[in-house]
């Protein structure tokens, strides 16, 4: 789930199918209860989004800034962006993510 206001995002999230998980480990349990969220402000312009991080999962991320590529269709909203984000930084691998969202009120 992400919420947006006028200015600022949040967002909270969990693995897909978790509720199916044979908790037998400990690390069974950690994947079954475990979720992740992020907060902090963004910017557009045209067709970029750009997240400035203020609360994350991943300490290293918060205070930095999170650029995605957007569209919106109807009630859809897509987001699309690579991890890791920068990828003039090295040779790779990247990953790429395209988010649909779809608007409620």
Same mark, same amino acid.
């Given at each position: 789930?992400?919420?947006?206001?006028?200015?600022?995002?949040?967002?909270?999230?969990?693995?897909?199918?978790?509720?199916?998980?044979?908790?037998?480990?400990?690390?069974?349990?950690?994947?079954?209860?475990?979720? !992740?969220?992020?907060?902090?402000?963004? +910017? $557009?312009? *045209?067709?970029?989004?750009?997240? %400035?991080?203020?609360?994350?999962?991943?300490?290293?991320?918060?205070?930095?800034?999170?650029?995605?590529?957007?569209?919106?269709?109807?009630?859809?909203?897509?987001? !699309?962006?690579?991890?890791?984000?920068? +990828? $003039?930084? *090295?040779?790779?691998?990247?990953? %790429?993510?395209?988010?649909?969202?779809?608007?409620?009120?």
């Amino acid at each position: 789930m992400k919420v947006l206001t006028d200015r600022h995002f949040m967002f909270v999230g969990h693995a897909a199918k978790r509720d199916t998980l044979p908790l037998k480990s400990e690390m069974d349990t950690l994947r079954a209860y475990q979720m !992740s969220g992020g907060a902090g402000t963004y +910017t $557009t312009s *045209g067709t970029t989004y750009i997240e %400035h991080i203020d609360i994350f999962v991943v300490p290293s991320w918060i205070g930095t800034s999170f650029r995605a590529r957007c569209r919106i269709e109807g009630g859809l909203w897509y987001h !699309s962006f690579t991890d890791p984000n920068d +990828t $003039t930084a *090295g040779p790779g691998p990247y990953q %790429h993510f395209i988010e649909v969202w779809r608007r409620l009120e």
